[in-house]
């Protein structure tokens, strides 16, 4: 490290907390960050951490920084990142920006859309349960060792694989996280329905609208923005093998095998996201990129108006934060480790939970693996967009321990009530 991370960027009479807040969070992270707040469609907080440690092009294949490659890269508030999870949201906002326009019945079986989908016991899945992780289709292969590169940058590949692949619990009756399909079952169906892939439809109706840096596929152009992620050592195939067994699964096991499988694919796809062709790829459960202050503003304009633009109506917002699982279980046998701090999905979102109180009830978003995070509170109109470097968010052990001061000094600022 080179000392403790120094902290730009300017906030709104009201919102100096934050600051103090951001700087906090950020004292001992060995990346970069961005934090953005808009409030009522305002921006009142634009900061950003140039960390304690240089932003470097990682090691070619990998995606960590390393010694003897190029670098630094200069960090700043127009720089992107890796959003991961954080992407889902980019796809949830056009599934719902189609079904307000009547494009799309998220209720009606996938099938409708996508014929080849309804094969293997699929006909009756809806719209519904591909955004609700219910679908039971959380790998793109029954491969434990998973979808190894280049073929998971295929998105035609895997989109055909999902078609014809049997779910591994009843549709509707259990949930899981679709860490990676989610993306691509959404998109499929956004493709087919509008005739533009979840890039093009996400650029042309959304990024460009709100003049977001945006993108779900990164053009060429704004490469020399992009600053890598800094990622551990991924998991060996027997740490997975040996994470999965502890959940009560035999090696054999359907769930077990496609856990295993999505596990090395999450694996695959952050190698991927540290080359020119993995950004480019557009994956769209966790390929996203940009930057915190679009970040924010897209969830701004989900709750209320930005500069003139509100993206969905307030009874289409209501219905995508609504709990959509909140009454199912887990496949068995996990949900024997069902409990309260279980995640818990509206329609494309995360809902708040202990792990992840996002900004509190009634609040929705996604988080990002590594500690990237996207959430609003459409009562308060507050909304935030959180984009860092250094993927260090353990989510089993609570909340990011970076996001818990400038949260509660955000919160305050915009009257939010204290948590409990």
């Known amino acids: 490290m080179t000392g403790r991370p120094t902290v730009d960027g300017s906030v709104r009479p009201g919102w100096e907390a934050v600051r103090d807040a951001f700087a906090q969070g950020q004292a001992h992270d060995p990346g970069h960050a961005q934090l953005a707040v808009h409030h009522h469609g305002r921006l009142v907080v634009d900061l950003w951490s140039t960390g304690a440690a240089p932003a470097v092009s990682p090691q070619p294949g990998t995606g960590v920084p390393g010694a003897g490659v190029p670098g630094p890269r200069p960090f700043g508030p127009d720089s992107v990142g890796v959003l991961m ?36 016991g699929k006909a009756d899945t809806t719209v519904a349960d591909l955004l609700a992780h219910r679908a039971g289709l959380p790998a793109f292969t029954t491969d434990p060792g998973g979808t190894p590169l280049p073929g998971l940058l295929d998105t035609a590949a895997r989109t055909r694989a999902l078609a014809a692949m049997r779910p591994v619990w009843q549709p509707g009756s259990a949930f899981l996280y679709h860490a990676l399909t989610y993306g691509h079952l959404v998109g499929e169906v956004v493709r087919r329905v509008s005739g533009r892939s979840i890039g093009r439809l996400f650029a042309d109706e959304v990024a460009g609208p709100l003049g977001l840096d945006l993108w779900i596929g990164l053009p060429q152009r704004e490469e020399h923005r992009f600053v890598p992620q800094i990622a551990g050592p991924p998991p060996t195939a027997e740490r997975i093998a040996s994470a999965v067994a502890g959940l009560g699964l035999a090696p054999d096991h359907p769930l077990g095998t496609a856990l295993r499988a999505s596990a090395a694919e999450v694996a695959g796809v952050i190698e991927a996201l540290g080359r020119r062709e993995g950004r480019a790829a557009g994956i769209p459960a966790a390929g996203g990129i940009g930057n915190a202050r679009s970040l924010s503003r897209l969830y701004a304009a989900l709750v209320g108006r930005v ?16 709990p959509h699982t909140d009454h199912l279980p887990q496949p068995a046998p996990l949900h024997r480790f069902d409990g309260p701090d279980r995640s818990r999905f509206g329609l494309g979102f995360e ?58 000094a955000a919160g305050e600022a915009a009257g939010l009530p204290s948590p409990a």
């Open 307 to 322: 500069d003139g633009i509100r993206l969905l109506s307030p009874r289409t917002l209501d219905l995508a934060r609504a």
């Open 85 to 120: 999870s954080v992407s889902k949201a980019l796809v949830a906002v056009c599934a719902h920006l189609l079904s307000e326009r009547g494009v799309l019945d998220l209720d009606a079986p996938v099938a409708r859309s996508w014929p080849e989908f309804a094969a293997s």
């Open 351 to 408: 809902l708040p939970r202990p792990g992840e109180p996002l900004l509190g009830a009634g609040s929705f978003g996604h988080a990002g693996a590594g500690g990237r995070l996207g959430m609003a509170h459409p009562e308060s109109g507050l909304a935030v967009g959180y984009v860092c470097t250094a993927m260090t968010w353990e989510p089993s052990a609570g909340p990011d321990p970076r996001w818990v001061p400038w949260t509660a």
